[in-house]
C-alpha cells in the first residue's frame, strides 16, 4: 500500500517540471519560482490530509502553487506580462504575429489571462481550473469563451 509520503514523491516527480514552469512564468525569475516550488511541497506535505480529499492531486498543487506565486508577485508589486510563453522562431527572427499576440494576451483582464494561461499554457482541465481559480466550472468555461471571443475579434479587425 502507497503511503502519503510516498504519493507526494511520485507527484512531485510527475507535476514539479510543469509546475516550475508555471511558477516561472508567474513571477519571472528562476531562482524565486524554483523556491516557490519546493515552498508548494512543503505546503502540501503539511496538508496531506487534503491531497487524499482532492479530486484532481494536479489541480490541489496549482492552487497552492498559484497561491504562493501571486503572493510572491503582489510583495514585489511588479505586473510581468506573460513573456516567454510563446517560444520564438527557430531563426531567432522577432516573429511580429506571437509579439502581437503576447501583447493582446497580456491585455486581457487578469481573470481571463489567468484561466487562458492555465488552459494553454499548462494544459489543465476546466474542472482543474475550477479548482485552482476557486470557482465554478461554468465560469472557467465563460471567462475562456470570452477571451478566445475578445483575442479572435482583435486579429478579425487586422
Known amino acids: 500500500m502507497e503511503s502519503s509520503l510516498d504519493r507526494l514523491r511520485a507527484l512531485y516527480a510527475e507535476h514539479a517540471p510543469m ?14 519560482a524554483e523556491d516557490l516550488l519546493q515552498e508548494t511541497f512543503v505546503q502540501a506535505l503539511k496538508g496531506l490530509d487534503r491531497l487524499e480529499a482532492a479530486a484532481s492531486p ?12 501571486l503572493n510572491a508577485r503582489q510583495r514585489r508589486r511588479e505586473m510581468l506580462p506573460l513573456d516567454g510563453q510563446l517560444a520564438a522562431p527557430a531563426d531567432n527572427e522577432p516573429d511580429a504575429r506571437l509579439e502581437r499576440m ?4 497580456a491585455a486581457l ?8 494561461q492555465l488552459r494553454l499554457g499548462e494544459g489543465l482541465t476546466y474542472e482543474e481550473i475550477a479548482v485552482v481559480l476557486d470557482i ?18 482583435l486579429f478579425n479587425q487586422e
Open 58 to 69: 494536479r489541480a490541489w498543487l496549482f492552487a497552492i502553487a498559484r497561491h504562493l506565486g
Open 109 to 116: 483582464p487578469e481573470k481571463q489571462r489567468d484561466a487562458l
Open 19 to 32: 509546475l516550475l514552469r508555471y511558477l516561472y512564468r508567474l513571477t519571472g525569475r528562476r531562482d524565486e
Open 102 to 105: 503576447r501583447e493582446a494576451i
Open 136 to 153: 465554478p466550472v461554468g465560469t472557467v468555461r465563460s471567462r475562456l469563451h470570452t477571451a478566445v471571443r475578445s483575442l479572435r475579434e
